[in-house]
């Protein structure tokens, strides 16, 4: 389902870890315009970081590849974060999202989709084997009373 | 992400401050290992309360921290977590595995 896009940024940045922390500012500065809590801007943040660093480790765990994160903002006050990458994929995506599974190594707990869905409204996964996987993270922000 | 270490008496105590992400992960985990290898503690303290964010991460560095004590048969508790730390601790139901007090 297409929704009309009030705003939007694209951005492209290589998978290091490093960038993972630039992901979340992106996010949180970019989502700033809808006035959200503090408590939404740490959601925000926290799932972005989630997808982001599952792009970093499982979909470049050899190299370096491009991640790309875009932020749409969408009618109806709903912020919508797509991570994207190009890398290995998920052979089995329902595994991945169960709580405590990793193939990571011993820095990740499996827990990243668990804290995503507790975070966001909706988290949508598509992934092909070597082809890549793309992450939609969606979530309403409570309306702010207009001054 | 910076780890401060007081030890005493077999008494570890890691202050964690800054942003506890993967990136922050690679990092603590070492400073973490060294530290439990020096001390070999009976009892481990992490203090988040110096932490501007955490994501999973910090909880692939709280479960290591369990199985490390479960080998020295010594005790752990996470004290201090601000409250985004708390949430991705209550999200992951963490609480059931280790002791966690304060926000």
Redesign the interface.
């Given at each position: 389902m297409r929704t009309k896009a009030v705003n939007e940024v694209t951005l492209a940045f290589p998978s290091r870890?490093?960038n993972?922390?630039f992901a979340?500012s992106a996010a949180a500065g970019f989502a700033a315009q809808m006035d959200p809590t503090l408590?939404e801007l740490?959601d925000i943040?926290?799932a972005v970081?989630?997808a982001v660093?599952n792009a970093?480790?499982h979909g470049y765990p050899e190299d370096i590849g491009p991640v790309i994160l875009k932020i749409r903002v969408l009618e109806g006050n709903v912020l919508e974060l797509t991570i994207k990458d190009h890398g290995r994929g998920i052979p089995d995506v329902d595994k991945a999202r169960q709580?405590m599974f990793t193939t990571g190594g011993?820095?990740?707990?499996?827990?990243?989709f668990?804290?995503m869905e507790?975070?966001m409204d909706k988290v949508t996964v598509r992934s092909a084997v070597n082809k890549g996987t793309t992450v939609v993270l969606r979530k309403r922000l409570a309306p702010r009373v207009k001054k | 992400m910076e780890i401060q270490v007081k030890s005493a008496d077999r008494n570890l105590l890691l202050e964690l401050s800054g942003e506890l992400d993967h990136h922050g992960a690679q990092a603590a985990l070492r400073e973490l290992e060294e530290a439990l290898d020096a001390a070999l503690p009976r009892k481990l303290v992490l203090d988040l309360s110096g932490l501007t964010f955490m994501d999973s991460s910090g909880i692939a560095v709280i479960l290591r921290a369990r199985q490390k004590m479960q080998l020295l048969e010594g005790s752990l508790l996470v004290r201090g977590a601000p409250p985004q730390a708390r949430r991705v601790l209550d999200a992951a139901g963490i609480n059931r595995l280790v002791a966690i007090k304060g926000g």
């Open positions: 870890s490093r993972e922390g979340r408590n740490e943040k926290t970081s989630e660093t970093i480790v709580p011993e820095e990740r707990s499996g827990m990243g668990t804290i507790s975070f | -």
